[in-house]
């Protein structure tokens, strides 16, 4: 039987022209069920003769748009190479788009080169490895076994341009026989191309490469608020602002979900606000974006990056600036500041397999509050609610919601068992921002603490997971974050907020654009750049 096998795999053998139709073929018809879930979707199902007919069409001239696109490298030196890393990379994003409802553009990129190991390992699981032996590794092997027949180059030339070109008017001509539908449908359904595996990843690799390439080498950063500035002699006070890790609004009982997510918060005076917009749908993008002056409307990672951001002015105002990390780093938000990097520390109760709990950000913070002269601001950025592997954010006491998924690959879960796991890192931090309080209070000067989280999360609603899909299009999970405020009364009476009057305004509709005017409100930094209509405190000062 191997034998016989192994005799017909030797025979087998095709042009390069076969080969690039069977190739378009296979990957229009098996990596693209994503593609055609939001397809079959947007023209509302298959019931009708036409919707298959549209169906049909459109999968052809996926075909010949890959056979064009093939034929560039259809020479024996780059071709079979080529195809290999078109299966595997297929294969590989089909799985992830598969799994967890994302698209992979330029933003999964770059958080995808930014994550650390231990990040990453999370994500190569069995079902990830069965995938891509069967889409990547088994029609790599069945090219590579095959010969390939290629003409004498100036003939296969010749070939391959009448291949192009009759794939290219095949391709005028069915889009020409249902103009309308085809054009008005992809004007309508433009985001749709994302879907489409793996032109989309492979064009988003090369645009983030790019990007990365032209960077803003040698361009000297551009200083914002240059006129800010602190009045003399202002009282020592200390702000720590919690960067949390992809916790969404609604599993905060502070915000009215069902389940006691929150018992310490709860019992401490705190003000939470409950209709918050997270500035983008990924860390790599909401982190800078929180801290920039550009606002939503104007942001972009790379404009951003151009200029100071809100650690860099407060540095520069005399505010003494910590950035404490217990996830993939600060983005490039703390370059400039003093960074402490505590995910690797080696904690026997806190960290085991190169991870540590949250509360690692706390080690110490009390001695560095109470060594506080002037005025301080510590970021502590957890690791939170950071997926897919939820069950290993909460330690074993605050796993109150069981059974929880405990395994990487959470789509194989139940999704009640992945919300089980996603609330115990929400029940635990609420446990170490109740801790935050407490060492806050245990000060002697005024003090007060800001939580919000980078942006939200999917816990399997209409099959999607995770987070970073493209903003226009993410699910409101994935971007509704919490908000959450104390201040000792001191605080309170010290920056002149009227408690009453904040407790109004819990139920605005904010934004993360209000973190870099509601910080330089809080610091009392006068600048041009300060706008008090986004300063979350501005309407309760009294006056
Ligand atoms: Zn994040």
Known sequence: ????????????????????????????????GPFWTAFINKIGGLATANHLAFVLMTGLSLCLVFN???????????????????????????????????????????????????EASEQLTWPLFRHFLLLGVLPSTLLLVTRVTYRPWRSELLVRRGVMMGSAVLLVAIVMADFKEFVLFGRKNIELRMYINPTYPI??????????????HGEALKVVAADAKRPANTPR??????????????????????????PQLESRDVFSF???????TDTAESLPGMFSHLGRAHYSRAEASRYENLLDILQRTGVQV??????????????????????????????????CYDEILLRDLGEMLSSNAGEMLIVLHQKGSHGPSYYKRSPKNFKQFLPECSQDDVQECDQQSIINAYDNTIVYTDYVLGKVIDLLKAQSYATAMLYTSDHGQSLGENNIY??????????????????????SSSYLREKNIDQD???KHRIDRLNHDYLFHSLLGLFSVTTDAYRPELDLFQSARRQ
């Open 322 to 355: 910590v950035w404490r990390d217990n996830s993939s780093g600060s983005k490039g938000v703390a370059d400039r500041i003093r960074f402490e990097d505590l995910a690797d520390e080696k904690d026997s109760a806190l960290c085991s397999s190169g991870e």
């Open 501 to 503: 009057l904040l407790r």
């Open 1 to 32: 039987m191997i034998r016989r096998i192994h005799i017909a795999l030797r025979r087998l053998q095709a042009s390069a022209t076969v080969i690039n139709f069977l190739a378009a073929a296979f990957l229009v018809c098996c990596a693209n």
């Open 274 to 280: 409950t209709q918050v917009q997270s500035i983008g």
């Open 68 to 118: 064009i696109l093939f034929s560039f490298f259809s020479f024996s030196a780059v071709h079979k190479p080529f195809l290999v890393v078109v299966f595997c990379t297929a294969a590989v994003a089909s799985y992830f788009m598969g799994s967890y409802g994302i698209v992979i553009d330029q933003k999964m990129i770059t958080n995808l080169l930014e994550t650390d190991v231990r």
């Open 203 to 216: 064009y988003s690799l090369s645009k983030t490469v790019k990007r990365n390439w032209q960077g803003t």
């Open 466 to 487: 995770l987070h970073g899909l493209p903003y226009a299009i993410a699910p409101r999970q994935q971007k509704h974050v919490p908000m959450i405020f104390w201040a």
């Open 237 to 262: 006070t200390a702000v720590v602002l919690v960067v949390g890790e992809a916790a969404r609004a609604e599993q905060f009982s502070l915000n009215g979900y069902a389940r006691a997510t929150n």
